[in-house]
């Protein structure tokens, strides 16, 4: 006897206009396909051409207007500037967020941090630099204070999420028997919220890493950002921008590792055996 299979799921008006606009989407990309104009363009020679330069990128890397330790020396200023700008950003994000947590700070205050976060995130982080420049200059000092006023948006509504996920029986437990703000704090939300907040600290230390990357060539920060700068676009060396691109991603892979097992240290303690 054939088992009866799932019910299909009824068509609900967020459902229709979402099928819509993945066919419409896909309506438009295909048609943009099929009326390209490619008179006069070797399709298949720029296809070959840019197999050749793949190659020529990833597997015959080169340094030859900068030595290794000098690409060495930018990753590590690129990594500082980081940590820098993640650590400026993640301090007074984390009283933020306790602040604008819904069961932890006013209803007033958390609305209005939230609100105020909101307009800090929908600004792209290049172009919080690019206004900081405006009085500070292109330079590291821009850099560093515009990407760190978008970690402070971004680092703020993370943590109090975390906050607000934290146990709620717990806090009332402890607010009954006449536990203070900063107890209720110390006791159970930030040991709670622990792996949840090393988790978006270092998911923001990843995402400055890259960000400083275009920093050092848009806004003058140097680091290796800089020098992919040099290498792609005045030397049009693809042999020195694939040293560049293998040392960005080496360091990316460590830093996901790193995470990956900086979260688990963070869960061992509340394991059960």
């Known amino acids: 006897m054939k088992a009866p299979g799932l019910p299909p799921k009824p068509w609900t008006a967020p459902s229709v206009a979402l099928t819509l606009l993945f066919l419409v989407l896909g309506a438009v990309t295909m048609a943009g396909f099929l009326l390209l104009d490619t008179r006069g363009v070797d399709v298949a020679g720029a296809f070959a051409k840019t197999g050749r330069d793949l190659v020529t990128l990833f597997l015959r890397p080169a340094a030859e207007h900068f030595t290794v330790l000098e690409a060495l020396q930018g990753v590590a200023l690129t990594l500082g500037l980081g940590l820098l700008t993640t650590v400026f950003g993640a301090v007074p994000a984390l009283l933020g967020g306790l602040l604008a947590a819904r069961n932890l700070g006013p209803a007033w205050l958390?609305?209005?941090?939230?609100?105020?976060?909101?307009?800090?995130?929908?600004?792209?982080?290049?172009?919080?630099?690019?206004?900081?420049?405006?009085?500070?200059?292109?330079?590291?000092?821009?850099?560093?204070?515009?990407?760190?006023?978008h970690s402070f948006g971004y680092l703020l509504k993370a943590y109090s999420e975390a906050f607000e996920e934290v146990d709620h029986g717990t806090i009332e437990a402890l607010r009954a028997s006449g536990a203070s703000w900063s107890a209720v704090i110390a006791q159970a939300v930030l040991p709670g919220a622990t792996p949840a907040l090393v988790s978006w600290t270092f998911l923001r230390f990843e995402i400055n890493f890259t960000t400083a990357v275009a920093m050092g060539a848009a806004a003058g920060a140097g680091g290796i950002g800089f020098d992919l700068f040099m290498a792609a676009g005045y030397y049009f060396n693809l042999r020195e921008v694939g040293?560049?691109?293998?040392?960005?991603?080496?360091?990316?892979?460590?830093?996901?590792?790193?995470?990956?097992?900086?979260?688990?240290?963070?869960?061992a303690p509340g394991r059960k055996p």
């Open 110 to 149: 958390s609305a209005s941090l939230r609100g105020f976060v909101s307009l800090i995130r929908a600004v792209p982080t290049v172009l919080w630099v690019l206004i900081f420049a405006v009085g500070a200059g292109l330079g590291s000092v821009a850099a560093v204070v515009g990407m760190t006023f």
């Open 243 to 267: 040293t560049i691109a293998w040392l960005i991603l080496i360091v990316a892979v460590g830093l996901e590792y790193g995470a990956t097992r900086l979260h688990q240290a963070s869960r």
